[in-house]
């Protein structure tokens, strides 16, 4: 291609001298004629004049013999200087494009090689460079990616028409997506028509840049934001999705558990005020005194054991119970727990047995909580079965765990309530347990106690048949 080049420029300068030589010489040429015509028949002046002609002819093709060598001549050092150099150069380029070093060719001119030597030296170098570069952006990507693909935060990108040019595996699940949407509309409209992807891109600063939706029964906080080129020019927007449903769930807990507490506390409060305020007020017998007295103590103590059940909870909450786990034997303290409720065990007339079978190891946990625990439990079996009904009680051991049964004949619990029973100030039947005395945190304050112990408590019941609890705590290997 250059070789072709170099032919082309020295054409091209023999024409332009051709043409100027040929042009100076008709223009000579046509003054001798006009000059002829003048003079017409002398012959001396004919002949100078045939003189010139034939020494401008001479002198033309002299000049235009001069005129090739010339051409030539620069046509050479054109090639040389600067056609030749650029071929190495353009050749060099090739090869690092290509991934390899150039080598340079032997050449004669040392200068020249020199030159090309330092233009392929910082070719090499732009090369080495620009793959340094290469491998660190797409490092950089691939560590985005990553990041993106392993958050619990939905990412969802789209272009200027609404397009997705990229989602997230959370993405997917939390808006429940098949694959088949590919558009901003088809994701959103069914979500909540009020999303529009031009109010977002286009009036971003007077439109709000989160929603919150529900799909199915999760709660969404979608947070818009539209990204921009270098000239400040929107391009698309991104969307982050997070799943919200357990923080609206522990500030519905929250609400509902001021409003529990303060129910609680009121009902004690309210019935201390009145018996006190009559006790002030009116003239009472001692029998009357001592009676309202009596129920004032009642309520009082009942508030006591609720603020004392909701202080142990707070502290369970924040980690503040420094229990002390020790190594005993659990079917010990299980009997001891059943031989401390022989009193109401036989004023209610039920019938209770308590069996521990020879091969259960010592546990290492927290004592004083676990007979917290096991009481709260023995203490609802008597509580809840009615007079004559029946109670056993078994401690063994099943793979690496030891384990205490309590099964009773009691009034059991709804299945649909089950798994709701060790949520804080649940009851099943609020007025009967409240009439009986209960908090009903006794079970929210055994579970915590469990979970620190690394111990596991299931419930099986039902509604008019009675109720099995299993405890299981890890045995001392």
């Known amino acids: 291609m250059l070789k072709s080049v170099q032919i082309k420029i020295v054409v091209i300068f023999m024409i332009i001298g051709v043409l100027m030589i040929g042009v100076q010489g008709i223009l000579f040429s046509v003054e001798l004629n006009q000059l002829q015509g003048a003079i017409n028949n002398n012959g001396d002046i004919l002949q100078i004049i045939e003189n010139v ?8 093709g002299i000049l235009l013999i001069i005129y090739t060598l010339i051409s030539i001549l620069v046509g050479a050092f054109v090639t040389k200087m600067i056609i030749n150099p650029i071929a190495r150069l353009t050749e060099s380029a090739e090869m690092v494009a290509k991934g390899g070093k150039y080598q340079v060719k032997q050449v004669e001119d040392k200068k020249s090689k020199t030159e090309v030597d330092d233009l392929t030296k910082a070719f090499n170098m732009m090369h080495t460079e620009l793959n340094e570069n290469l491998k660190e952006v797409s490092r950089q990507k691939k560590q985005i990616e990553t990041i993106l693909l392993h958050m619990n935060d939905g990412i969802l990108a789209f272009d200027i028409e609404g397009n997705i040019i990229h989602k997230n595996n959370a993405a997917n699940q939390l808006l429940g997506l098949t694959g088949k949407e590919v558009t901003f509309s088809e994701i959103f409209d069914k979500i909540d028509s009020n999303i529009n992807l031009e109010k977002i ?19 969404l906080n979608l947070f818009f934001a539209a990204f921009k080129d270098e000239a400040d020019r929107p391009e698309g927007a991104i969307v982050v999705i997070q799943d ?17 507490v303060s129910h ?11 018996y006190a305020d009559t006790l002030l007020e009116d003239e009472c017998d001692e029998n009357t005194s001592k009676k309202f007295l009596q129920r004032i103590s009642t309520q009082a103590n009942r508030m006591s054991e609720l603020v004392s059940d909701l202080l142990t909870l707070s502290r369970y909450d924040a980690d503040m119970i420094n229990s002390r786990k020790e190594e005993f034997d659990l079917g010990d303290l299980v009997k001891s727990i059943y031989d401390s409720f022989s009193f109401e065990i036989d004023k209610k007339n039920q019938k209770a047995e308590c069996f521990v079978t020879a091969d259960v190891p010592h546990v290492v946990a927290d004592k004083a909580g676990i007979e917290r625990v096991v009481t709260n439990i023995l203490s609802n079996a008597i509580k809840y079965t009615p007079e004559k009904g029946e109670i056993k009680i078994y401690v063994g051991f099943v793979y690496n765990d030891a384990y205490i049964k309590v099964i009773d004949t009691g009034i059991g619990i709804p299945q649909e309530d089950i798994e709701k029973v060790f949520e804080r100030f649940y009851r099943v039947d609020k007025a009967r347990t409240r009439e009986m005395g209960g908090t009903g945190l006794g079970l929210s304050i055994a579970k915590e106690i469990l979970d620190k112990n690394n111990s596991k408590i299931d419930i099986k019941s039902e509604l008019g048949k009675g109720t099995e609890v299993v405890i299981r705590i890890p045995a001392k290997k």
């Open 53 to 60: 002609s034939f020494k401008t002819k001479a002198l033309t």
């Open 201 to 219: 891109i286009y009036l971003e600063d007077w439109t709000s840049t989160e929603e919150k939706v529900s799909v199915g029964e999760k709660t």
């Open 244 to 260: 919200i449903t357990e923080h609206i769930k522990l500030d519905s807990m929250r609400t509902e558990f001021v409003a529990d």
């Open 264 to 274: 609680e506390l009121k009902t004690p409060i309210t019935s201390i005020l009145g």
